[in-house]
């Protein structure tokens, strides 16, 4: 009977028992779209068209987040005379013209 039950424990520790020890956490899958980057902290796509604005003094037209490096923002806008501009906003908020 001793026999029999250890028999029993070692196949349930075996069988059930190991695979949930070495088993990984749960993670949970991503919902962002592929090629999805996080962008600069304290620098949000409205942050940056204020600054571009107060620059310019011009109406935004589109904001891109630029790849590389966590760089900002580029922002087009339309100034006075009906030109087009575009202009970086690095993440600390400071607006470099191109």
């Known amino acids: ?6 028999f029993l424990v070692s196949l349930l520790s075996t069988c059930v028992l190991a695979p949930i020890a070495h088993a990984e956490p749960y993670k949970k899958p991503s919902t ?3 090629g999805f980057f996080n962008q600069a902290p304290g620098l949000t796509r ?3 068209a ?3 604005r107060r620059a ?3 109406k935004v037209i589109a904001i ?7 760089a900002g ?3 087009r806008l339309l100034v ?3 030109r087009v501009v575009t202009v970086n906003v690095d993440r600390n908020g400071n607006v470099h013209s191109n």
Not at 1 to 6: C, V
Request: hydrophobic letters at 20%; glycine letters at 12%.
């Open 1 to 6: 009977m001793k026999q029999r039950k250890f």
């Open 50 to 52: 204020r600054q571009a």
């Open 80 to 82: 006075e005379g009906g």
């Open 56 to 58: 310019t003094q011009g």
């Open 73 to 75: 923002y580029s922002v």
């Open 64 to 70: 891109k987040p630029i790849k590389q490096g966590n």
């Open 32 to 34: 962002q779209p592929e």
């Open 46 to 48: 409205k942050d940056a």
